[in-house]
C-alpha cells in the first residue's frame, strides 16, 4: 500500500470507467481511514455485545430489587441500578437488541420493497412504472417520522409495525435508484440477448439485471441502514417501538429523564451507545458506499 | 404525446403558468393527505371510547356498564354511523376549518394548534438559521483550507452531526448543560412565572405587539438547545454543500476576473462564490424540511416544548383522536406547503428554470 494518505489518494478512482468498474471494485478496500477503521471497529463491536454479550453478564435485565438507584460501581452492580433496582449493566447490554434487531429488519423489508418496485418500474411499460412510482411518491408526501408514526400508531407499538412503517417510508429512496439502474440496464445487449433467447422477464431481472446492479444498489441499502437505525431509536425514544419491560435504549432514555439531576448516568449510557452506534454506522455506509459504487464518491 | 403537448403550453405561457400549476397540485395533495390520515385513525387499537368508558368511573364498572357508556360515548363522538358518512362528516369539517375537539378536556383542536403551531414554527425556523449560519461557515473554511487538516476535521464533523440521532444528543446536552454547568434551562418554552399573555403566540411577534422586550431573553434561552439539536443534522448537509460548490466556483472565470478586478477576497466571496451556493442551499432546506418536522416531533418530547409533535405524540399514548388527526394534518400541512415555497423560491433564484 502507498504511504500516501488514503484520503487524498484517488488513484483508483481514475482507473474506473464502465468496463473498468469490476477491478476497480476490487481494488478499493474498505476500512481505509481512521475514522473508517474505527467505525467498523464500534459497529461490529456493537454486533458482538448484542449477540453474546447477554450470555456473559448474568444478570437480569428485567428482575426488580430494592436496591434502587444505586450508584456506579456499587457491589454486584458495575453500571449501578435504575429506579426498579434492576441492574444497569444488564439493561444497557440487552438493550442493544431490540435497536439493532429492528434497524436490522427494517433496513430488509426497504431493500426487498424499494428493490423489486425499481426493478420491475424501470423493466415494464411505461403505465406500470407511472403506477409504481406514484405509490412511492406518496409515501414521501409525508415526512418519514409522521408516516412511521401513524403506521405504528394505527397498528400497534412493537417490532412488527415499527419495522413495517420504517421499511415502507425508505422504501421510495431504495425504488427511485433500483428504477433508474433498471432502466439503464433494460436496453443493454445482453438483457436483449436473454429475451430473444426466450427467458422470461421474472427470470431476466432476477438472474441477469439484478446481479448488475448489486454494487450500487448494496451500497444504498448500507446507507439505509444507519438511517434506519436513526428512526428505530427515535421511536423506541417515544414510547413507540418495544415496549417495556423489555430492555431498550430508547425507552430507557425516556424513563431515565425523570432522574436528570439524581442519576444522570441513567440517561447518559443509553444515549451515549445509541448515538455511538448510529453515528458509526454511518461512516460503515459511507465507508462501503465509496468501495461499492466508485461513481457515487466524492 | 401529452407530454410534449404540456410542455409546449408551459412554454408558451411561461412562469405564471408553473407557478399556478404548482399552487394547484396543494389541494390535491392536501386531499390525499387528509384521507391517508382519516384512514390512519380508523385503524387505531382499541376504541377511545373503551378507554373512557372503562377509565371514567371510580372502582370497577361491570361488563353491561362499560358497554353501555361505551356507546353513549361512541353516539357523542359520531363513532356510531357508518365510515363513509364519517368521512363525509370529517371532509366537512375540515372545509370549515373545524378539527373537533380534544377526547379529554374537551379542547378545540383548531385552539390547541394555534398555539401549538407556533412554537413549532418557530422552533424550525431557528433550527434552520442555526443550520444555515453553522454550513456557511464550516463549508467555506472547509473549501478555503481544502486537504488541509481543518477541512478534514470540517468534514468528518459535518458526517458526525448529520447522523446524530436527535433523541440521543438531545438529553446528553440537557445534562451537559442544564445539569452539570446549569446554564440553560432545559424544559418548556418560557418559564412558567413569566407573564407571558400570548397574542399571536409568536414570541418575537408578541414582545414587539406587547412592547414587552424582557420576553426575549428568557425566550431564547429556551429555543436555544432544542433548535441546535434540530439544527445540527441540516448542519452537517449544508457544509457539504457549500464546501462542493465553493470549490466549484473558485476555479471558475468570473471569480478570476473579479479577482483581477482587484476586488478582495471577501468581497468575491459574498458577490460571486456564496451567491453561487444559495441555490443548493435552498434545495438542502426544502428536501431536509420533511427531516426537520421529524425531527421536531423528537426534539419537542425531549424538551417537553410545547409544539405540534409533542401534541402528536401525546395524543397517540392517550388514544385521543382528534389530537392526532390535527397534529398530523398541520404537519403534513406545514411540509407541503414549504414544499411549495421552496419550488418556487428555485423560480426567483435561478431563471433558466423560468423556460423549463
Redesign the interface.
Known sequence: MSPRSA??DVSWRRRVSDAGLRAAYARRPVARTV?AAASWAVVACFVLVAAVGPLLVGADPTRQTSDALLPLGAAGHLLGTDDLGRDELARVVYGARPLLLVAFLATAVAALLGVAVGLVAGFAGRRTEWLLMRLMD?AL??????LI???V????PGVPSLVAGIGVSLAPGLARLARALSAREAGRDYVLAARLGGTRAPRILVQELLPNIAGPLLAQVVMTL?VA??FA??LS????GIQPPTPDW?YM?QAG?EF??TA?RL??LP??A??IF??A???VG?DLRDALDPRAA? | MTKTAMTKTAERLGTPWLVARRLLAVPI?LF??AS??FI??R???GSPATALAVGGGSGQATAAEVRENEARINEALGLDKSLPEQYGGFLDDLVHLDLGSSFYGGNSITGLLGSALPATIELTVAAMLIAVLLGLGTGVLAALRK?TWVD?LTR?VG??S????????G??A??VF???LRWLP?LGRMPAQLDYHPLTNFVLLDAILQNRPELIWPWLQHLILPATTLALSMAGFITRIVR?SVLEVLGDDFVRTARMKGLSGGQILRRHVLRNSSLPIVTVLGLQF??L???S??TE??FSYPGVGNM??NG??QRDYPV?QGA?LA??LL??LVNVAVDLLYLVLDPRLRKA
Do not use: K
Not at chain 1, 408526501?141 to 409522521?146: E, G, Q, S
Not at chain 1, 400508531?153 to 400497534?156: P, S
Not at chain 2, 448529520?162 to 444528543?169: K, N
Open positions: 484520503a487524498t475514522p406518496l408526501a409525508f415526512p418519514a417520522m409522521l408514526i401513524l403506521v400508531a394505527a397498528w400497534r444507519s437505525a436513526g431509536a427515535g425514544y417515544l414510547g413507540l430508547g432514555v429523564q436528570l439531576y444522570p440517561v447518559v444515549a451515549a445509541t448515538l448510529v453515528v454506522c454511518n461512516f459511507d466524492r | 395533495v390525499f393527505l391517508l390520515v390512519a385513525m385503524m387505531l387499537p486537504d478534514t468528518t458526517t458526525v448529520f447522523s446524530l440521532p436527535w433523541f440521543a444528543f438529553v446528553l440537557i445534562v442544564g445539569v452539570w432545559v462542493a420533511g427531516s418536522l421529524g425531527g416531533v423528537i418530547q425531549v402528536l405524540v397517540i399514548l392526532v398530523a404537519i403534513a411540509f407541503t
